[in-house]
Every structure is written in structure tokens, then in C-alpha cells.
């Protein structure tokens, strides 16, 4: 009775989550659409990746048309043609939703958030199908995966909840010995999300190890390089990124000199893009099994953490009021160790129905399903209430206060004033800008650190 419970109640989620997705949900253009969605209207009129002037045109009534002036986005290939930065292979398994939507007269603004539902719900059928035995098994992966902060993804136009599932059956498969079908699994999650590639490795190495394969695991390695093939084809690099006119990109480059202990601190307890704040106790459960079942997977999970970092912008990608997408990473490896771990009890029993309650009142603060994206520019209520209260508190990376204070995301460092009812709180302050700080707050607080002049910029509160 319980198992059959456990099905209804996840076939009721899907049919809503379709039919909120396609008759109510709006989707805001935010993310990468301008290429993931982009790349369907080119392949759907002459089946290549060009971006040609008709194809722009077509896209540039539907999303804006700076879209396409953007250096980030579609650039210049070794033939003189635009082609997609990001790679394609999720914009191919979105072309046939798309032609649905077409066909039925919908609004194919929606072809990515279809294309996520689809491919979530067909990995949680497939996990509570073949890997979870008990009916406590179905339901508490249930709540886990619908109650964490995947779903504020569901609606954003970009891959994430393409990587993360795969990544999600992928852990599953090899925890039941499916080596190969893991490593494959994880070798597609890294073609949207590069990071993922220490994950990808660890895979094959397991995979070659338990089962003495070359011939496949030479496969795993060339399917690792496609992307990177596609780079060098169609830009002559290996990857674009190192050739972008972007700011942060031109001051700080992509490598490990932005990798920090404090940006990894960050990841998980930021107070705005923290994972800990949108998933506490899927947290402190699952990093509790992780940690005292299996070493090498919290060291992959910190070695991924840190490649993340790679990235000059490895701040950016909350969906609204959420976590980074530069952790999220984390949580299909949490929620399978949870499920797998948390036997049924009284305690555990009461345990799930506070993961439940605390994790509907954190989906509220961003809309559940249908995230504010532009909250991704605003400080969240935690860091409001430390910011008016406590300020000195709460000084993280720059680029995180900046951008949430000014509200806006221009790409390049800048000044910040945070402000409590017209009064000075706390400031980010580049060295030749304490002019604005005076002329703004009236004055420069005591312990305005001179000391730190061959820094870009400085922290002060008031």
C-alpha cells in the first residue's frame, strides 16, 4: 500500500509540474537562452550550429537583442561565422520538445523547462524503479529530491538539471557495480558543466581498475574530448573562454590562481549563495553519511569544489535566491547517501518531517518552482538582517557583495554602499573611489584601512 503511495504521489508531482510548467509558469529570459535556446532555432532551420543573420533575427523577437552583441555568448569562429560558445549536445535533446511545443501551438519560450522536466522525472522514475527496494526508501527520496534546491531549476533555461540528474542515476549505478554505465553517465554530466570532469576521471580510473577494459575505457576518454574537439574545430582553441573580451575573464583569467579556501567556504555557507542556507539539514545529513561512509568521495567532492573555482566568475548562477550553481553538484551525491543511509525509526521518521518543513519554508523565499531570477542580483533576507544588524559580520568575496548591493551585474570590479534606511551600513570601496564614499556616507569610519593601498579595493563598515 505504502510502495503504490509512493508512485502516486510521484506521478500527482509530475502531471502538476507539466502542467504548471505549460499552461502557467512564465519564463523569464536569463541564464544562457540566448545559445541553449538559440542553438534550436539553428538547428531546426538548416541543421548546423551557425548562427546566421536569419536565425538571429527570428531569436531577437522572442529575447533581447543585446543578447547577441554579447561577448560571452555567440562569437567568431575560424571561418568568420558565430557559433555557441557552450556546447550543444543539450540544445540537441531539446529540438524535439521544442517541435512539440510547436506543433501543438505552445510557447516554445518553454523548450528548456520542458526539456529539464522531462529528464528529471524520467531519472526519479528510473532510481525508484531499479534502485530503491522499500517503500521509506521511495518516499524519502521523494521529499529529498522534490524539496531540495534542484527544483528552483527546473524553470532555468540552461543545462543544470540535465548534468545534475545524469549525475544523480550515475551514483546510483555505481554503488550497484554498473561501472561502465556510471562513468558514462558522469562523462555526459561534464560536457555541460567542465568541473565535473575530476568526477568523470574518477569513474573511468574505477571503471578500468574493477573491470580491465581499454577498449572502453579509451571510448570514456574520447567521449571526455568532445567538447573540447567541437572548441578547437569551431575556434581553433581548446576552449573559448580564455579568449573572451569579458571583464572578469580579462583581469582574472580562468585557472587555479582563483581557487581559494575561502571562496570553498563560500560555496556552502555564504549567506546568499551558500548551500547550507537552502538545504540545511539535506546538508548536515548528507555530509554526515558521505564523510563516515566513504573518504574518497568527500575528497572528489572537495577537489570538484575547488575546480569550480576555476572560473573567474564562479559567483554567478543562482536561480533567484539560492545556492551556487557552482555546488550544486553536491546534492545528487547527498541525497543518494541519505537515501541509502537513513534506516526507518521513530527518530529518523521525525528527522524527514523536519527536512520537509524547513526545506517548504526555504522554497518559499524564491517562489518554489517559479523562481524571481533577477532575486540573483539582491541580497536574501539572512545577509539583509546581518547587513542592517551586524555588518561587520558578513564580508565575503567582493563580487558577490558588489553585484547583490548594486544590484546589477557589470562584469568588472566597482564600488558598493549598502544602506539602511538612507544611512551608510557597510561599504566595498576601490581605492579611487573614497571620494564617493565620503561625499555618500559624510565621512570615512575609524577604521578605514590605509594600510591595505596596494589592494584593488577595501571593506568598511559604519
Same mark, same amino acid.
Given at each position: 500500500?505504502?510502495?503504490?503511495?509512493?508512485?502516486?504521489?510521484?506521478?500527482?508531482?509530475?502531471?502538476?509540474?507539466?502542467?504548471?510548467?505549460?499552461?502557467?509558469?512564465?519564463?523569464?529570459?536569463?541564464?544562457?537562452?540566448?545559445?541553449?535556446?538559440?542553438?534550436?532555432?539553428?538547428?531546426?532551420?538548416?541543421?548546423?550550429?551557425?548562427?546566421?543573420?536569419?536565425?538571429?533575427?527570428?531569436?531577437?523577437?522572442?529575447?533581447?537583442?543585446?543578447?547577441?552583441?554579447?561577448?560571452?555568448?555567440?562569437?567568431?569562429?575560424?571561418?568568420?561565422?558565430?557559433?555557441?560558445?557552450?556546447?550543444?549536445?543539450?540544445?540537441?535533446?531539446?529540438?524535439?520538445?521544442?517541435?512539440?511545443?510547436?506543433?501543438?501551438?505552445?510557447?516554445?519560450?518553454?523548450?528548456?523547462?520542458?526539456?529539464?522536466?522531462?529528464?528529471?522525472?524520467?531519472?526519479?522514475?528510473?532510481?525508484?524503479?531499479?534502485?530503491?527496494?522499500?517503500?521509506?526508501?521511495?518516499?524519502?527520496?521523494?521529499?529529498?529530491?522534490?524539496?531540495?534546491?534542484?527544483?528552483?531549476?527546473?524553470?532555468?533555461?540552461?543545462?543544470?538539471?540535465?548534468?545534475?540528474?545524469?549525475?544523480?542515476?550515475?551514483?546510483?549505478?555505481?554503488?550497484?557495480?554498473?561501472?561502465?554505465?556510471?562513468?558514462?553517465?558522469?562523462?555526459?554530466?561534464?560536457?555541460?558543466?567542465?568541473?565535473?570532469?575530476?568526477?568523470?576521471?574518477?569513474?573511468?580510473?574505477?571503471?578500468?581498475?574493477?573491470?580491465?577494459?581499454?577498449?572502453?575505457?579509451?571510448?570514456?576518454?574520447?567521449?571526455?574530448?568532445?567538447?573540447?574537439?567541437?572548441?578547437?574545430?569551431?575556434?581553433?582553441?581548446?576552449?573559448?573562454?580564455? +579568449?573572451?573580451?569579458?571583464?572578469?575573464?580579462?583581469?582574472?583569467?580562468?585557472?587555479?590562481?582563483?581557487?581559494?579556501?575561502?571562496?570553498?567556504?563560500?560555496?556552502?555557507?555564504?549567506?546568499? +549563495?551558500?548551500?547550507?542556507?537552502?538545504?540545511?539539514?539535506?546538508?548536515?545529513?548528507?555530509?554526515?553519511?558521505?564523510?563516515?561512509?566513504?573518504?574518497?568521495?568527500?575528497?572528489?567532492?572537495?577537489?570538484?569544489?575547488?575546480?569550480?573555482?576555476?572560473?573567474?566568475?564562479?559567483?554567478?548562477?543562482?536561480?533567484?535566491?539560492?545556492?551556487?550553481?557552482?555546488?550544486?553538484?553536491?546534492?545528487?551525491?547527498?541525497?543518494?547517501?541519505?537515501?541509502?543511509?537513513?534506516?526507518?525509526?521513530?527518530?529518523?521518521?521525525?528527522?524527514?518531517?523536519?527536512?520537509?518543513?524547513?526545506?517548504?519554508?526555504?522554497?518559499?523565499?524564491?517562489?518554489?518552482?517559479?523562481?524571481?531570477?533577477?532575486?540573483?542580483?539582491?541580497?536574501?533576507?539572512?545577509?539583509?538582517?546581518?547587513?542592517?544588524?551586524?555588518?561587520?559580520?558578513?564580508?565575503?568575496?567582493?563580487?558577490?557583495?558588489?553585484?547583490?548591493?548594486?544590484?546589477?551585474?557589470?562584469?568588472?570590479?566597482?564600488?558598493?554602499?549598502?544602506?539602511?534606511?538612507?544611512?551608510?551600513?557597510?561599504?566595498?570601496?576601490?581605492?579611487?573611489?573614497?571620494?564617493?564614499?565620503?561625499?555618500?556616507?559624510?565621512?570615512?569610519?575609524?577604521?578605514?584601512?590605509?594600510?591595505?593601498?596596494?589592494?584593488?579595493?577595501?571593506?568598511?563598515?559604519?
Amino acid at each position: 500500500m505504502v510502495n503504490k503511495l509512493a508512485w502516486l504521489i510521484y506521478l500527482g508531482i509530475t502531471i502538476f509540474l507539466f502542467w504548471f510548467i505549460i499552461f502557467q509558469a512564465k519564463i523569464e529570459p536569463a541564464g544562457d537562452i540566448a545559445e541553449y535556446f538559440g542553438i534550436t532555432e539553428s538547428l531546426i532551420n538548416h541543421q548546423s550550429l551557425e548562427l546566421t543573420t536569419k536565425d538571429q533575427k527570428n531569436l531577437s523577437q522572442s529575447l533581447h537583442p543585446d543578447y547577441f552583441q554579447d561577448p560571452g555568448y555567440y562569437i567568431e569562429g575560424v571561418n568568420r561565422k558565430k557559433y555557441p560558445v557552450h556546447f550543444v549536445f543539450y540544445s540537441v535533446l531539446a529540438v524535439p520538445v521544442r517541435l512539440g511545443l510547436r506543433f501543438f501551438r505552445l510557447d516554445q519560450l518553454k523548450t528548456l523547462a520542458v526539456t529539464n522536466l522531462i529528464i528529471f522525472s524520467l531519472i526519479i522514475f528510473l532510481v525508484m524503479r531499479f534502485f530503491l527496494k522499500s517503500s521509506w526508501q521511495k518516499i524519502l527520496f521523494l521529499a529529498l529530491i522534490y524539496l531540495s534546491p534542484l527544483v528552483f531549476f527546473l524553470t532555468w533555461p540552461g543545462p543544470d538539471i540535465f548534468y545534475l540528474s545524469l549525475l544523480l542515476l550515475a551514483v546510483y549505478l555505481f554503488y550497484s557495480h554498473k561501472y561502465f554505465l556510471s562513468a558514462l553517465l558522469v562523462v555526459l554530466a561534464s560536457w555541460h558543466s567542465q568541473p565535473l570532469i575530476a568526477l568523470a576521471g574518477s569513474s573511468i580510473l574505477v571503471f578500468f581498475i574493477k573491470k580491465r577494459n581499454l577498449p572502453r575505457t579509451l571510448f570514456l576518454v574520447f567521449l571526455i574530448a568532445i567538447p573540447y574537439i567541437y572548441n578547437y574545430l569551431a575556434f581553433g582553441v581548446l576552449t573559448p573562454w580564455t +579568449i573572451f573580451a569579458d571583464g572578469w575573464t580579462t583581469l582574472h583569467g580562468f585557472g587555479l590562481q582563483n581557487v581559494s579556501l575561502k571562496k570553498l567556504y563560500e560555496q556552502l555557507f555564504d549567506l546568499n +549563495i551558500g548551500l547550507f542556507w537552502y538545504a540545511p539539514l539535506i546538508s548536515l545529513a548528507g555530509f554526515y553519511y558521505v564523510t563516515r561512509r566513504s573518504f574518497w568521495i568527500s575528497l572528489l567532492i572537495l577537489l570538484t569544489a575547488l575546480i569550480y573555482q576555476t572560473n573567474p566568475a564562479w559567483h554567478y548562477g543562482t536561480a533567484g535566491f539560492g545556492p551556487t550553481r557552482h555546488i550544486l553538484f553536491v546534492l545528487p551525491i547527498l541525497i543518494f547517501f541519505i537515501t541509502r543511509n537513513l534506516k526507518f525509526n521513530f527518530t529518523n521518521f521525525n528527522l524527514v518531517g523536519l527536512i520537509i518543513t524547513s526545506q517548504l519554508f526555504v522554497l518559499s523565499s524564491n517562489g518554489f518552482i517559479s523562481p524571481n531570477f533577477q532575486n540573483s542580483l539582491r541580497q536574501n533576507a539572512l545577509a539583509t538582517f546581518v547587513l542592517d544588524n551586524y555588518p561587520k559580520f558578513y564580508q565575503p568575496t567582493p563580487e558577490i557583495f558588489v553585484d547583490r548591493t548594486n544590484q546589477t551585474d557589470l562584469k568588472y570590479p566597482t564600488s558598493a554602499i549598502y544602506k539602511k534606511a538612507g544611512f551608510c551600513q557597510k561599504a566595498y570601496v576601490l581605492k579611487q573611489d573614497a571620494g564617493k564614499l565620503i561625499s555618500e556616507c559624510g565621512f570615512l569610519p575609524v577604521d578605514w584601512l590605509w594600510v591595505q593601498a596596494d589592494r584593488e579595493g577595501y571593506y568598511v563598515d559604519f
